[in-house]
């Protein structure tokens, strides 16, 4: 019988941590517009968005196992997935069970969040439970969309939708938030990509890095980064953003460090390795350290 420590690793935890990342940037976003807080809509936001993270990931597992593209990936810190299948720790039914709960409870939470706001907020929970459902069988296999419609849409979502939740309305800066936010997680999802292009490739996926080649997308990699510190400067220069946001580029010594790496090392797994390490953690302190400057700015000279 298989431990909770089995199912826990199954959801892939390490990468969890960018829900309370993308959760704390909307919701810093509403407080800076002037909305009160509100405690119960930040904790079923929160759970929604995690229940939603859980239920890709474990459907990811479940349908790489079924294809059996787990069978050839070489797993890494960061990609190849949980190995909880391959290792027959758990049973392939009992997994999609879960990613299909995980979803149900992020539905009624949707739901509810309907039955307060109506119809305009359906979008966001459409598409965000499209994005759940068809990305492993369906978007993975579309070229080149992999990146920004799966997670950099999905997290940009989450930090648009926790934004909804508070504010009941959309706003410019909330919309220029959670893109700065997904085209990150892009880079993440695009960098774990180098690894497993040949596993990939066998069972029909058209990421960046299968057509155009590691080499050409170390580049889009080194682009995305700078474009994402280049919008985070732009947008407050345009005031959208406060001054204070500036305190995500103090990452920016790393993210450097790691286009040195990518362009170096995108073709040895062993030597990218740490520098997929290094991307992780500019993708999850980058918006945090923009969400607190937002928030410091909208307590104490907003």
Known sequence: MATAKTWILETRPQ???????????????????????????????????????I????LNDYFDYKSEIDFKTQRTPFSGGSGMLPGALLVPRKVLLLGIGSLAVTILIG??????YGSIILPIGLLGVALVLLYTPYLTKLPGVTELVGPGLGFGLIVLGTYFTQAGAYSVMAAVTAVIVGLFVANLLLLNE???VEADRSVGRR????IVSKRKAAWIYCSIMAIAYALLIA???????????????A??????KAIRGVLKSHSDTGELIPVMGMNVQVVLITPLLMSAGVLIWAFTLG
């Open 15 to 53: 990468f969890l941590l960018l829900v309370p990342v993308c959760v704390f940037a909307g919701v810093a976003a509403s407080l800076y517009m002037g909305y009160d807080f509100n405690a119960l809509y930040f904790v079923l936001a929160f759970f929604g968005a995690l229940f939603a993270h």
């Open 55 to 58: 239920s890709v990931n474990v």
């Open 111 to 116: 739901i509810y969040f309907l039955y307060i």
């Open 194 to 196: 180098f690894p497993d």
């Open 207 to 210: 990421h960046i890095p299968i």
């Open 235 to 249: 947008v407050v220069i345009a005031e959208v953003l406060p001054l204070l946001a500036l305190l995500g580029l």
């Open 251 to 256: 990452t920016l010594p790393l993210g450097i």
